[in-house]
Nanobody, 122 residues
Framework: QVQLVESGGGLVQAGGSLRLSCAASGRIFKINTMAWYRQPPGKQRELVAAITSGDSTNTADSVKGRFTISRDNANNTVYLQMNSLKPEDTAVYYC????????????????WGKGPQVTASS
């Protein structure tokens, strides 16, 4: 009933930039926190950045100053601007959204996107 569609991944040289987008569609009343996670090869998934519906953000120390999360509430979309990419940023990047589907139920459902690959080559 809800889909998250990501775009913007790819291969870039170290020092380059990429911008990821994640658009939510379907049965949506309100989107609360949206976030980006990543899973490097052979490692666990980790939080990269999150943004609330009021635009408060939280960014991992490893990407602070290089990555910026933002959102467009009118289009149910969250972005991740990634600058000065490093080889250690190579990972599958997943979008996550906490969504209230109806106005008469306060239940929050959590959805994940399928994850674009981001590769920063040295």
């Amino acid at each position: 009933q809800v889909q998250l569609v990501e775009s913007g991944g790819g291969l870039v040289q170290a020092g380059g930039s990429l911008r990821l987008s994640c658009a939510a569609s379907g049965r949506i009343f309100k989107i609360n926190t949206m976030a980006w996670y990543r899973q490097p090869p052979g490692k666990q998934r980790e939080l990269v950045a999150a943004i609330t519906s009021g635009d408060s953000t939280n960014t991992a120390d490893s990407v602070k100053g290089r990555f910026t999360i933002s959102r467009d509430n009118a289009n149910n979309t969250v972005y991740l601007q990634m600058n000065s990419l490093k080889p250690e940023d190579t990972a599958v990047y997943y979008c996550k959204a906490a969504i209230q589907r109806t106005g008469w139920s306060s239940i929050i459902y959590k959805y994940w996107g399928k994850g674009p690959q981001v590769t920063a080559s040295s």
